[in-house]
């Protein structure tokens, strides 16, 4: 069964500063993995998504990376700005016909101004 | 326009009554999805129609049931509520659901109260 970890589950930074988030999960044979955004009170919005045979994908400050021999991804945000504040979530699909996704916790993220 | 589009945002029920949440999407696509986050934010997928058949049915006890009237349309009804539906409720949907470059697009959630 696959588990998706994300650390740290919470990460407060100061305006301007670049920073990872960490997500890790225990079965490799994954379709493509992504990234999402959820603000309070909202739904989640798609920030970036990497297919199985890819290794990082670029929108903007964000970058996102993929290892699956190690069971990693990272998204790394550049120069953040108070609007950056979210929860950040991580996701995998599984593959195998319309199949779900599953996601781990998530890192709630805070820009101080 | 609202690409996925749920009503009700806010549903506060009593135990034990029927109520139901609806979901539209104008992109097209033909797969949707009910995804539940519980009060810990752990997002988990409830369901899955492909074309209005039933694709995935996690472990949800049989008092959910979705309905797809057609293809773009995906409700969830449920009856008998108990305290533990508390949750926020989300529909997705998906180009095809099979593809590897395709993207999920999420409603903005129901929050269900159960009293």
């Known amino acids: 069964k696959q588990e998706v970890t994300q650390i740290p589950a919470a990460l407060s930074v100061p305006e301007g500063e670049n920073l990872v988030l960490n997500c890790s999960f225990t079965?490799?044979?994954?379709?493509?993995l992504q990234w999402f955004r959820q603000d309070p009170g909202k739904g989640l919005t798609s920030l970036l998504l990497?297919?199985?045979?890819?290794r990082e994908q670029t929108s903007g400050r964000l970058n996102a990376s993929l290892d699956k021999s190690s069971g990693r991804s990272t998204l790394y945000i550049a120069a953040s700005q108070p609007g950056d504040s979210a929860t950040y979530l991580c996701?995998?699909?599984?593959?195998?016909?319309?199949?779900?996704?599953?996601f781990g916790k998530g890192t709630h993220l805070i820009i101080q101004p | 326009d609202t690409a996925v589009s749920q009503t009700p945002k806010y549903l506060v029920t009593q135990m034990g009554n029927d109520k139901s949440i609806k979901c539209e999407q104008n992109?097209?696509?033909?797969?949707m999805y009910w995804y539940k986050q519980d009060s810990k934010k752990f997002l988990k997928i409830m369901f899955s129609?492909?074309?209005?058949?039933?694709?995935i049915n996690e472990t949800v006890p049989n008092r959910f049931s979705p309905k797809s009237p057609d293809k773009a349309h995906l409700n969830l009804h449920i009856n008998s509520l108990e305290l533990g539906d508390s949750a926020v409720y989300f529909c997705?949907?998906?180009?095809?659901?099979?593809?590897?470059?395709?993207?999920?697009?999420f409603g903005s959630g129901t929050q269900l109260s159960v009293l």
């Open positions: 129609y492909n074309n209005k058949e039933l694709i």
């Open positions: 997705a949907s998906s180009q095809y659901g099979t593809a590897a470059n395709e993207k999920l697009f």
């Open positions: 996701a995998l699909h599984r593959g195998g016909g319309a199949d779900g996704l599953t």
């Open positions: 992109l097209g696509h033909d797969t």
């Open positions: 079965d490799s044979a994954i379709y493509n």
């Open positions: 990497i297919q199985s045979s890819q």
